[in-house]
């Protein structure tokens, strides 16, 4: 592998005609506003954006390993760049980079650059555009820990009325079965007034909602001494037309009373939580090393509704972790059934190298663990169609997002995450009231619009 030098920070200029540039991302949230800030700070610099699966100059894909899926996914992407991208280079970043960087670069990938570099993918293609630079190689740290975020350029897309923003990234949990803290590092929060200038940028390029996002959001500030998220949320009521903000998946055990106050104190927060479970059994979240028991999860669900009435709660669960038998998985199921979240995300257990979990007895079957995934998984539909049931009839102000919904109407989100598609012709960015109907369809809504001056009266 070749240490690529690296240019000034300073973008030179870009002659000629514009160098084109596509881009792809895999995996979370975070990774997805990482490509969308990477796309809008080379703009910025002259760069002229096209669809990803063709030709371009400058291909960029932002890559997860965080399953042996996610790897599997991140490599046919790449196989497939270097195939379609028409003799342009092909740039892969992100935590497989970060993983086996040789990997990526044996797949075709003319530059791999880490996590912890990938702050400087806009100057280094801009250098090389102008040939002023090298652009080939592998720019890697083994210590991803980065305090440098990427913003979103000057002309962010206003095209969507819901932005992402990374407020944080790293790690400092020690989850067992866990790879990110070795490929995002350690927990570092974005400066506080960074975020309330990029969240001002977004609105006033369009967008009206904004989600926090994060690789352990809950932990925002724990590193800087404060502001807590708490904080930073009600330091981001100050962002005026910024009508809504969200939260990204939160650590049960860093939820608390302020947190769940804060989020109660304005209907501009957004009365959705997203609380990964992972388990149901004592003993297995204690070999997870998650930091709590089922019975703390039990009581932050139940703080959260009592707090933010109507609130909707998802969980992440995690089927087949080693040791997990029948009993610690029953413990699971019936934790679920009394928690009764309003959706669920099941995960196989995926072993990722070098991971603690590894080392543990008690491996599970495949089988076994497609098995208890299915039964979860009805589980996860039983509970969509009662919290979709329970929100029918109900009225909603929404934002319309796009104007055409696959099932035929404007395509909207509640603050509670419930997808709906309204009857109506207002456009994109437009305000709605909507009453909610339920369709037999657990994943979305119908949405007739009302009048909110007669529903008012009605409420
Ligand atoms: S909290 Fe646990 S699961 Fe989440 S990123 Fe950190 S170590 Fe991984």
Same mark, same amino acid.
């Given at each position: 592998?070749?240490?690529?030098?690296?240019?000034?920070?300073?973008?030179?200029?870009?002659?000629? +005609?514009?160098?084109?540039?596509?881009?792809?991302?895999?995996?979370?949230?975070?990774?997805?506003?990482?490509?969308?800030?990477?796309?809008?700070?080379?703009?910025?610099?002259?760069?002229?954006?096209?669809?990803?699966?063709?030709?371009?100059?400058?291909?960029?894909?932002?890559?997860?390993?965080?399953?042996?899926?996610?790897?599997?996914?991140?490599?046919?992407?790449?196989?497939?760049?270097?195939?379609?991208?028409?003799?342009?280079?092909?740039?892969?970043?992100?935590?497989?980079?970060?993983?086996?960087?040789?990997?990526? +670069?044996?797949?075709?990938?003319?530059?791999?650059?880490?996590?912890?570099?990938?702050?400087?993918?806009?100057?280094?293609?801009?250098?090389?555009?102008?040939?002023?630079?090298?652009?080939?190689?592998?720019?890697?740290?083994?210590?991803?820990?980065?305090?440098?975020?990427?913003?979103?350029?000057?002309?962010?897309?206003?095209?969507?009325?819901?932005?992402?923003?990374?407020?944080?990234?790293?790690?400092?949990?020690?989850?067992?079965?866990?790879?990110?803290?070795?490929?995002?590092?350690?927990?570092?929060?974005?400066?506080?007034?960074?975020?309330?200038?990029?969240?001002?940028?977004?609105?006033?390029?369009?967008?009206?909602?904004?989600?926090?996002?994060?690789?352990?959001?809950?932990?925002?500030?724990?590193?800087?001494?404060?502001?807590?998220? +708490?904080?930073?949320?009600?330091?981001?009521?100050?962002?005026?037309?910024?009508?809504?903000?969200?939260?990204?998946?939160?650590?049960?055990?860093?939820?608390?009373?302020?947190?769940?106050?804060?989020?109660?104190?304005?209907?501009?927060?957004?009365?959705?939580?997203?609380?990964?479970?992972?388990?149901?059994?004592?003993?297995?979240?204690?070999?997870?090393?998650?930091?709590?028991?089922?019975?703390?999860?039990?009581?932050?669900?139940?703080?959260?509704?009592?707090?933010?009435?109507?609130?909707?709660?998802?969980?992440?669960?995690?089927?087949?972790?080693?040791?997990?038998?029948?009993?610690?998985?029953?413990?699971?199921?019936?934790?679920?059934?009394?928690?009764?979240?309003?959706?669920?995300?099941?995960?196989?257990?995926?072993?990722?190298?070098?991971?603690?979990?590894?080392?543990?007895?008690?491996?599970?079957?495949?089988?076994?663990?497609?098995?208890?995934?299915?039964?979860?998984?009805?589980?996860?539909?039983?509970?969509?169609?009662?919290?979709?049931?329970?929100?029918?009839?109900?009225?909603?102000?929404?934002?319309?997002?796009?104007?055409?919904?696959?099932?035929?109407?404007?395509?909207?989100?509640?603050?509670?995450?419930?997808?709906?598609?309204?009857?109506?012709?207002?456009?994109?960015?437009?305000?709605?009231?909507?009453?909610?109907?339920?369709?037999?369809?657990?994943?979305?809504?119908?949405?007739?619009?009302?009048?909110?001056?007669?529903?008012?009266?009605?409420?």
């Amino acid at each position: 592998m070749r240490q690529i030098e690296i240019p000034a920070e300073k973008p030179a200029p870009i002659g000629g +005609a514009a160098p084109t540039v596509a881009v792809f991302s895999h995996g979370c949230r975070a990774n997805q506003e990482e490509i969308e800030c990477l796309l809008g700070a080379l703009r910025d610099r002259g760069f002229r954006p096209v669809p990803f699966g063709g030709s371009a100059d400058w291909t960029i894909i932002n890559t997860c390993s965080v399953t042996h899926a996610g790897e599997a996914d991140a490599r046919r992407t790449i196989r497939r760049a270097v195939r379609l991208s028409g003799g342009g280079r092909v740039v892969v970043t992100g935590c497989f980079a970060q993983r086996d960087p040789a990997d990526a +670069a044996r797949l075709g990938a003319d530059l791999v650059v880490g996590n912890g570099e990938k702050w400087r993918i806009p100057d280094l293609l801009t250098s090389a555009a102008s040939g002023e630079g090298s652009c080939t190689g592998v720019l890697f740290q083994a210590d991803p820990t980065t305090r440098r975020f990427l913003g979103h350029g000057t002309r962010p897309s206003g095209f969507r009325t819901r932005a992402a923003l990374k407020v944080q990234d790293g790690c400092d949990e020690r989850c067992t079965y866990c790879i990110i803290p070795s490929l995002r590092g350690r927990s570092v929060s974005r400066d506080p007034d960074e975020v309330l200038a990029e969240a001002r940028l977004l609105v006033e390029s369009g967008h009206q909602e904004i989600t926090l996002t994060g690789i352990h959001t809950a932990a925002y500030g724990a590193d800087r001494g404060g502001p807590n998220l +708490a904080g930073l949320l009600r330091r981001l009521l100050a962002v005026e037309r910024l009508e809504r903000i969200r939260l990204n998946s939160l650590e049960p055990q860093w939820v608390d009373a302020e947190l769940l106050d804060t989020l109660a104190s304005s209907p501009r927060f957004c009365r959705h939580l997203h609380l990964p479970l992972q388990s149901g059994d004592a003993g297995v979240l204690k070999r997870m090393g998650r930091g709590y028991r089922p019975e703390a999860y039990r009581e932050v669900a139940a703080r959260a509704r009592a707090a933010i009435p109507g609130v909707g709660i998802g969980a992440d669960v995690m089927v087949g972790f080693p040791g997990e038998d029948e009993e610690a998985y029953a413990n699971t199921v019936a934790l679920l059934e009394e928690v009764r979240p309003s959706y669920l995300h099941v995960f196989p257990y995926s072993e990722r190298p070098g991971v603690a979990s590894a080392r543990l007895p008690g491996r599970v079957d495949e089988e076994t663990k497609r098995r208890r995934a299915r039964r979860l998984a009805a589980l996860d539909r039983r509970f969509r169609t009662a919290f979709l049931r329970a929100a029918d009839g109900a009225v909603h102000d929404l934002i319309v997002e796009a104007k055409e919904d696959r099932a035929g109407g404007a395509q909207c989100l509640t603050d509670t995450y419930i997808r709906v598609a309204v009857e109506t012709d207002r456009s994109a960015g437009s305000w709605v009231t909507a009453r909610l109907r339920w369709i037999g369809d657990p994943r979305r809504m119908r949405g007739i619009a009302v009048d909110s001056a007669v529903e008012e009266s009605r409420r």
